[in-house]
């Protein structure tokens, strides 16, 4: 890195974090450039860049240079790409907290995808760097733009600028299938639209992981054919689900689903079926966005839209390298008290 490039973001730093107060006499430029050992023509450099950025004034001849007033500045504008649902709006919650505390603004977009990179193109023709996605996967940016994705599985091989944050879907999964099973529940059945969305062939979701790891642990056979994959929001692959699973599993007392809008999905083919589910099947879920009665998983969605775009920010101030590549939000259980505790006779 250039020194004139380390000098600007060492003092840009002082005064994002209010070192120099406003409207206070600024350091010369002969005391500065001793104290990093540079000319003068370099610190003249730097000083001219930070008053272009607006951090600094220069007053009239011999008067000084001063520190402007930068409470209603803006730093910088981040792009928040998502479809807008009731889980994304609290992903959205977390980024507004984490923009209005760092003075960034930010733009909400939700194109179809086909309008995906003309609205890329529009946001860098505008120097836009920074972008966030929610349950939008891993868009293609240019080298240049910084892209935290949220709700999405990291995998090998992506790009340098893209970072993901999760919620640990894993232990989640994991948990709540082990509250299931201690409540007394054994015959089990798992209905899933996560993997669908991704590919017929994708691998298990970390969540279905997790339902698979505690049921192992519990001795619990037959476990793959229990699962049943859907397409996204088909309610006819919903009824064909109850039709048949249970008729293969007439004991089934617990419908597992991998988010709360696949238990929405169960919940409704169950009506036209005249089953008790939530109910006489109980149903749990994973999201913690349903008004349903059901235990699901809080997946912490507003720590997400922090921390994404604490990365994003952090980033744009020459951070990104020492940011981890996939961060995990712990999660939690919630609405227990809607698994009923199975008794088993002697």
């Not at 599993?249 to 939530?278: M, Q």
């Not at 006489?280 to 720590?303: W, Y």
Request: charged share 25%.
């Amino acid at each position: 890195m250039k020194k004139t490039e380390q000098i600007y973001r060492d003092l840009k730093k002082l005064l994002d974090e209010n070192f120099y107060p406003a409207n206070s006499r600024f350091p010369s430029e002969s005391s500065l450039a001793d104290q990093y050992n540079v000319n003068k023509m370099t610190m003249n450099k730097v000083v001219s860049m930070l008053v272009n950025d607006g951090y600094l004034v220069r007053g009239v001849r011999g008067a000084g240079t001063r520190v402007a007033e930068r409470q209603f500045a803006l730093k910088g504008t981040i792009a928040f790409f998502s479809p807008l649902t009731k889980y994304t709006v609290e992903v959205l919650q977390g980024v507004y907290r984490e923009c209005a505390r760092s003075n960034f603004a930010v733009i909400v977009e939700s194109p179809e995808i086909e309008d995906f990179p003309h609205r890329v193109q529009l946001l860098r023709a505008n120097k836009i760097r920074g972008v966030i996605s929610a349950t939008f996967g891993t868009p293609l940016l240019p080298d240049d733009m910084l892209l935290a994705c949220v709700d999405c599985e990291a995998t090998m091989n992506q790009p340098e600028n893209i970072r993901f944050i999760n919620s640990d879907n894993y232990f989640g999964g994991k948990e709540i299938m082990s509250k299931i099973i201690e409540r007394g529940h054994r015959e089990i059945l798992i209905f899933s639209m996560e993997r669908f969305n991704r590919s017929l062939d994708a691998p298990n979701t970390p969540r279905v992981r997790g339902f698979y790891e505690a049921m192992r642990n519990a001795n619990i056979d037959k476990i793959e054919e229990r699962t049943f994959f859907s397409a996204n929001n088909s309610l006819a692959d919903a009824e064909y689900f109850l039709q048949n699973y249970l008729q293969r599993f007439p004991k089934t007392t617990l419908i597992a689903c991998d988010s709360d809008p696949a238990a929405e999905l169960i919940h409704t083919a169950a009506l036209k079926f005249g089953l008790d589910c939530p109910g006489k099947i109980a149903l749990t879920g994973f999201g913690n966005v349903s008004k349903l009665p059901i235990a699901t998983v809080d997946q912490n969605p507003v720590r997400q839209g922090e921390l994404a775009a604490r990365s994003i920010i952090e980033g744009l101030s020459g951070n990104w390298e020492n940011i981890p590549c996939d961060t995990k939000v712990t999660t939690s259980v919630v609405n227990l008290e809607h698994i009923p505790i199975k008794l088993h006779s002697s």
